[in-house]
Structures are given as structure tokens and as C-alpha cells.
């Protein structure tokens, strides 16, 4: 039974690997480009916005947890802690987001260091 699975192993690698050898370097590093710009874009309109509304949500439960007993009173502080951790690193990563993709971008071929999404 082994035997079989390394044979149809090395079967699909050797039918895979041309399909991988044909795609050229540069045209796939253009569409890793285009992908992380656009994720980039995405990071910068999107993570903002959620974490303003975290820290709105981290308020009103914080705000709310004072009008309930001792039991609520510290559960909804916990709710708002950790809404406030989470809008903090939302914008941690909004900030390092055109940081890593830089990174990454300029060390694909052909790009030389010129980086622009």
C-alpha cells in the first residue's frame, strides 16, 4: 500500500512540475506585485475604519458594564479591553502593511527596488 502512495506521488509531481516550469519568474512576480498592492489597498481602507469601530464598541460596552452589577460590570470591562486591543492592533497593522509590502515587493526579480503600488 505504500509502494502505491510514492507512486502516484512521483506520478503527480512529474505531471505537475511542467505546469510550474512554464510560468515565467517575472510574470509571476508582477502578479505577487499586483496582489499585495491590492492587499495593501485593502488594509488601508478597511482595518481604519474597524478599528474606530472597536474602540466605539469598546466605549459603549464599557459605558454600559457601569449601569449592571459586580459579575456584568467586570465581563463587559473584559469585552471592552479586549475590543481595545483589537482596534490597537487593527492599526498596528494598517501602519506596517506598506512597510512589509515594500519589503516584499523589492525583493522580487526584476523590480531592482523601484516600488510603487
Do not use: D, H
Not at 478597511?46 to 465581563?75: D, N, S
Amino acid at each position: 500500500m505504500r509502494k502505491n502512495k510514492m507512486i502516484f506521488l512521483l506520478l503527480l509531481m512529474c505531471l505537475v512540475a511542467p505546469v510550474f516550469a512554464s510560468v515565467s519568474t517575472t510574470a509571476m512576480a508582477a502578479n505577487i506585485r499586483v496582489a499585495l498592492c491590492g492587499f495593501q489597498v485593502l488594509v488601508y481602507t478597511i482595518l481604519p475604519t474597524l478599528a474606530l469601530i472597536m474602540f466605539l464598541f469598546a466605549g459603549l460596552a464599557y459605558a454600559a458594564g457601569q449601569v449592571f452589577g459586580a459579575e456584568m460590570r467586570a465581563k463587559a470591562q473584559g469585552w471592552a479591553m479586549s475590543l481595545l486591543v483589537g482596534g490597537i492592533v487593527g492599526i498596528f497593522i494598517a501602519v506596517l502593511a506598506p512597510i512589509l509590502v515594500g519589503i516584499l515587493v523589492s525583493m522580487s526579480p526584476g523590480t531592482f527596488g523601484s516600488y510603487s503600488c
